[in-house]
């Protein structure tokens, strides 16, 4: 009974542990998105102010 329920917080330990990575590459990947569609939004904004300019 006791060996069970180890095997159950283990296996409970074990799924945290991996939704928590997920979580985490999930996060990271939204972070890298964003940083594509800023620096695109940037140089976008800069490329009509130069035309602007010239």
Request: no cysteine; charged share 10%; glycine share 0%.
């Amino acid at each position: 009974m006791q060996n069970m329920q180890f095997f159950m917080i283990l296996t409970v330990v074990q799924f945290l542990a991996v939704v928590n990575m997920a979580i985490s590459i999930w996060i990271v990947t939204l972070i890298k998105i964003n940083n594509v569609v800023l620096v695109v939004h940037m140089k976008k904004q800069l490329e009509r102010q130069m035309f602007i300019f010239h």
